[in-house]
């Protein structure tokens, strides 16, 4: 359960429960330029280097069609997270935060999901411009961007 | 692995592996008026019906800083999903498409999510308005919505 985050002043972990209630596969793996979270960007660009995301058997008929779709997004498993923490500092000024008030890679269920342009698909692997996660992580899913929410309600009296 | 999906003309469905990867834990529950897929929204909307989502032990002190955020992204297991399809057809047009073109909640690793609106947080109890999902799925994670992306890159010769 440790990982690249040890636990800091502030922060909290928990006892995880000893079994889990649902199973993922990995579909595929996702390469890119960042071997360590120190050298990745905290969030990925559309104009961010070129990354290549492998998509294994017996999945590859799953892509068809997924090329009429210029942004998508990518789901991945954020393998080297430790889970346990509920409280998280950030090292810059110390201030402990909830976890589910943080985009953080340290979470009970370490998923991560990145929007990225797709640039092409050639074959198991899919081109992709906007990832933020490291080399070899594991890949969970590929979906078409939502289309945009409509615009929220104005507050009562507003208008 | 059968679910209320059942197999079309068209559809393609794969062995899944028998072991499965990393395990997921339920973090909490959503409570919605929908009980079928029939009844609830292909997306959920900001001024949708008000929905509940309960976080379980030892989750809590994870909410905190939570209500600072206007938006939210709920990530949750679609429990009642198939996950061996490649290909799926709507009724409507039976046209096979590949899962991954498809924001279908019938796919390999059925993680839903959505982004809504906070409407406040009472104990261990979130209020939102957005959800699409069905009463009694299990909840996987919440975030703060991401930041904008910055906009694309104009193509090459386009400016």
């Known amino acids: 359960m440790a990982g690249e985050h040890d636990v800091r002043p502030g922060e909290v972990a928990v006892a995880l429960p000893e079994a889990t209630d649902a199973g993922l596969i990995f579909i595929g793996r996702i390469h890119t330029p960042w ?3 120190r050298e990745a960007p905290h969030q990925g660009s559309p104009d ?3 990354c290549r995301i492998e998509v294994f058997d017996p999945w590859l008929p799953a892509l068809a069609g997924l090329d009429r779709h210029e942004r998508i997004e990518v789901f991945y498993w954020l393998h080297r997270s430790r889970r346990d923490l509920v409280t998280q500092c950030r090292a810059s ?3 402990a935060r909830g ?3 943080l985009r953080t890679p340290v979470r009970p269920n370490p998923i991560g999901t990145s929007i990225v342009q797709l640039v092409g698909i050639e ?3 899919v081109l992709v411009r906007g990832l933020d996660c490291l080399d070899g ?3 969970l899913d ?3 961007d939502r289309k945009p929410a409509p615009p929220a309600p104005l ?3 507003a208008g």
Do not use: A, E, H
Request: net charge positive.
């Open 35 to 37: 071997t360590t979270r």
């Open 48 to 50: 961010g280097p070129l």
């Open 155 to 157: 507050p009562s009296g």
């Open 123 to 125: 074959g198991c692997v």
């Open 142 to 144: 590929l979906k078409p």
């Open 99 to 101: 976890t589910f008030s």
């Open 137 to 139: 992580t594991p890949l």
């Open 93 to 95: 000024d110390g201030i």
